[in-house]
């Protein structure tokens, strides 16, 4: 029983093939030149798109700095790097200037001696 199950499938299978080629192999019905120049309008757009999108992503794998560079002008052109939209108690003083970062002794414990690591 088996058997037949999959020899109807590959039939199927086969059948399917030989109907989708006979479609693909029909001569199209000719076209008038404002249908053909209505098609052209319509896919300039997206052919365009999908060429610079397709050209982009190869530029990002051969150039990803570039690519980087040209992200950060697009943010800044929209206004993510706007200094002006900072708003007072965000890092800085009264004056409005940032703070100086701590000094790297500032950090450390004040204690006996100098030495790291004297837990004796």
């Known amino acids: 029983?088996?058997?037949?199950?999959?020899?109807?499938?590959?039939?199927?299978?086969?059948?399917?093939a030989l109907a989708?080629?006979?479609?693909l192999g029909r001569?199209?019905?000719?076209?008038?030149?404002?249908?053909y120049e209505?098609?052209?309008?319509?896919?300039?757009?997206t052919t365009r798109g999908a060429a610079i999108a397709g050209l982009y992503a190869l530029q990002k794998l051969m150039n990803p700095?570039?690519?980087e560079a040209i992200e950060v002008?697009?943010?800044?052109?929209?206004?993510?790097?706007?200094?002006?939209?900072?708003?007072?108690?965000?890092?800085?003083d009264e004056d409005g200037v940032d703070e100086p970062p701590p000094e790297e002794d500032a950090l450390k414990p004040k204690g006996e001696g100098d030495e790291e690591g004297n837990d004796a």
């Open 73 to 92: 002008q697009r943010d800044l052109r929209a206004g993510f790097y706007n200094d002006s939209e900072r708003k007072k108690g965000e890092g800085d």
């Open 38 to 45: 209505r098609r052209v309008a319509e896919a300039r757009g």
């Open 1 to 16: 029983m088996g058997d037949w199950i999959g020899l109807g499938i590959i039939v199927l299978v086969v059948v399917g």
């Open 27 to 35: 001569k199209p019905k000719p076209l008038t030149a404002d249908e």
């Open 65 to 67: 700095k570039a690519v």
């Open 20 to 23: 989708g080629m006979s479609y």
